[in-house]
Nanobody
Framework: QVHLVESGGGLVQAGGSLRLSCAAS????????MLWYRQAPGKERKYVAT???????NYADSVKGRFTISRDNAKSTVFLQMNSLKPEDTAVYYC?????????WGQGTQVTVSS
């Protein structure tokens, strides 16, 4: 089992920045990739970014050039640095850990971007 706890969400004005954190605990050696998803009110959950155990990263087109995913292996924590935020980035952001045929979710953290 892997337990994920997100933090760092909040209210920010358009053009501002936030950094989300996802702290993982438990059987973290089984994790092959960490991802961020987001879900806006009334909409389906959507992919945001990935970082693999090998350090490879990938981003949704909507956040490329503005968001950066990174990790601190010593602290078993993944970060999502979000710059140039837009009102359409408003959503609950979820951390996701993937392993061999298993996936885990955090409880989510709210990000609200005001115009």
């Amino acid at each position: 089992q892997v337990h994920l706890v997100e933090s760092g969400g909040g209210l920010v004005q358009a053009g501002g920045s936030l950094r989300l954190s996802c702290a993982a605990s438990g059987s973290i050696s089984s994790i092959t990739a960490m991802l961020w998803y987001r879900q806006a009110p009334g909409k389906e959950r959507k992919y945001v970014a990935t970082i693999t155990s090998g350090g490879l990263t990938n981003y949704a087109d909507s956040v490329k050039g503005r968001f950066t995913i990174s990790r601190d292996n010593a602290k078993s924590t993944v970060f999502l640095q979000m710059n140039s935020l837009k009102p359409e980035d408003t959503a609950v952001y979820y951390c996701n850990a993937q392993g061999n045929r298993v996936t885990y979710w955090g409880q989510g953290t709210q990000v609200t971007v005001s115009s």
